[in-house]
């Protein structure tokens, strides 16, 4: 039997080892790699939600998420099912939920490749495909008689590299149903008992000892070992450990390929009063950085960058309520120097008062980077006749706007500033509209304006000012206003120069001096120390 001068005490060692240290060598076969598993033309499952479909659904499922399961009518399942699906959609601004049709497909090359007589119905590469998708890297190592051990049942090794894992697997009846190598006992069948996990650990560290004790003296000797080979059987044997913790700690993962690298970006989420009755305005202002972002040299001089936006706003079992797609355009007619920009951009759709589920997507048409969050939101009301003020805008800066002009509020137009600290070299901005003044006699409206800055640590005096003109430095200050509409839009400035804590509270409180009613609203902001 000829055979490579390392083969005997590769062999020896992990398989993890033997995957990422020791090169190929020709004969015998044992040296074949082939690429992570591609679902190819797969075709999808039957989405079917019966019992017999929690065979390969608890690998989705928790174990409490299970027993609901079995507790919804079948009528009903698909229905449940669509909520579930919707907490793992990797893509919600989207009509379609790949991690739910990825696993069906999953499922149909499972089925078609890894099928077994025995329950449940596939052997533990199916079951690693159905949790954690097709690995990195998977290594097959046939069957083979090796000199001192006899006939070697065929081994493989599953790598995801992207989760830290790896996993050893064999067969150890020659029938092609592969298990986990840390689940079979000593003569070749499944353990009665769970998957002990720390069994596996000290499984692992008594395999290190033996081939320390017996082969690295062996491989320190051969001209293909090198250092870097121990670190890589020491890094294989850390994933085979995490592997085991994983079926328990992660039983289910899926990286969706979005096409482009993370784009990161920041907004804040407002509630203002809706043109509609019954609707509020939820407005979202966006910040990115600009050296973050593709420029391209414009036709008529300079460089612009282009963003696709898409917002959606669901309900709690993932129902649509609102959308909104925009695309928005910035131009800089230089691109040196980019470092510390920002990019500003808003979004605006209008929705019931509630709670919702909001999710963003954001793309660099350049890049194809891509940033994708969602949150919880709380839709704001704004009875008509009660007095209410719109949630408390941070702004770069307020002023006299024109019809067309972007972020306008009325007469004002209002940067936004979702970052939220201000340097200290500029002054900060708060923004606000007061709804439901009552007007007297004469149709004029009254009241009065206090607002509060607390520093979240002791402060001295700072300066205040208000859409009225700066006033006096002090803790607290309060303006009068009048106007002729129901509706008022007022802005204070502050003068973060003036600071010296990192954060405050600002308190805005509004008295209708007409109808003797009151009504506030606070915000956090940070000063850049």
């Not at 190592?141 to 697997?169: N, S, T």
């Not at 000290?202 to 017996?214: K, T």
């Not at 003068?495 to 001096?513: G, N």
Request: glycine share 8%; with cysteine.
């Amino acid at each position: 039997m000829s055979e490579c001068p390392t083969r005997r005490a590769a062999l020896a060692l992990s398989l993890g080892a033997v995957f990422l240290a020791i090169g190929g060598c020709g004969g015998g076969g044992t040296k074949t790699y082939r690429p992570a598993i591609d679902l190819g033309p797969a075709p999808t499952a039957p989405e079917v939600y019966d019992d017999q479909a929690l065979v390969h659904l608890q690998y989705v499922l928790t174990e409490e998420r299970q027993a609901e399961y079995l507790q919804v009518s079948e009528a009903d399942r698909a229905e449940w099912m669509r909520v579930v699906w919707g907490a793992l959609d990797p893509t919600p601004t989207t009509e379609i939920n790949e991690r739910r049709v990825e696993h069906f497909r999953r499922l149909a090359y499972v089925q078609q490749r890894f099928a077994i007589d025995e329950p449940p119905g596939w052997d533990k590469r199916g079951e690693l495909l159905l949790r954690y998708g097709t690995p990195d890297a998977r290594r097959e190592i046939p069957a083979d008689i090796i000199e001192g051990l006899g006939l070697v049942p065929p081994k493989e090794v599953w790598v995801y590299y992207w989760l830290g894992q790896a996993y050893r697997l064999e067969d150890p009846r020659f029938q092609g149903n592969f298990q986990d190598h840390f689940e079979l006992a000593g003569t070749g069948t499944l353990r009665a008992s769970p998957r002990d996990i720390d069994q596996s650990r000290r499984d692992l560290e008594e395999e290190r000892h033996i081939q320390q004790d017996q082969h690295f003296d062996q491989l320190r000797e051969m001209e293909s070992y090198d250092p870097e080979t121990e670190l890589a059987i020491q890094r294989m044997d850390s994933m085979l450990e995490q592997g085991q913790v994983a079926y328990r700690e992660q039983p289910q993962a899926y990286l969706h390929d979005h096409g482009g690298e993370r784009l990161d970006f920041v907004f804040d989420v407002l509630s203002f009063a809706g043109d509609q009755a019954g609707q509020s305005k939820l407005e979202l202002n966006f910040a990115y950085w600009a050296n973050d972002l593709g420029y391209f040299a414009a036709p008529t001089g300079g460089f612009d960058a282009v963003l696709g936006m898409d917002v959606v706003l669901k309900t709690d079992d993932y129902r649509e309520v609102a959308r909104r797609k925009q695309r928005t355009e910035d131009h800089k007619d230089s691109i040196d120097d980019l470092e510390g920009r920002i990019v500003v951009d808003q979004a605006q759709v209008l929705a019931a008062p509630g709670e919702y589920r909001l999710a963003l997507s954001v793309r660099d048409s350049v890049s194809g980077d891509v940033g994708i969050f969602t949150t919880d939101v709380n839709v704001l009301e704004f009875p008509e006749g009660q007095l209410a003020i719109s949630d408390l805008q941070l702004a770069l800066d307020v002023r006299g706007g024109q019809p067309g002009d972007p972020f306008l509020k009325g007469p004002y137009q209002v940067v936004p500033y979702p970052l939220g600290t201000f340097p200290r070299d500029r002054d900060a901005y708060l923004f606000f509209e007061i709804y439901g003044l009552t007007a007297s006699p004469t149709g004029d409206v009254l009241y009065t304006v206090e607002f509060l800055i607390r520093p979240q640590k002791t402060e001295t005096s700072s300066w205040f000012g208000s859409s009225k003109g700066r006033v006096v430095p002090g803790v607290a200050t309060a303006y009068d206003g009048t106007g002729k509409a129901g509706v008022a839009r007022e802005w204070i400035v502050l003068d973060p120069a003036t600071f010296t804590s990192d954060l405050y509270d600002v308190e805005v409180k509004v008295t209708d001096r007409v109808a003797d009613r009151e009504a506030a609203r606070s915000v956090t902001f940070a000063v850049q120390s």
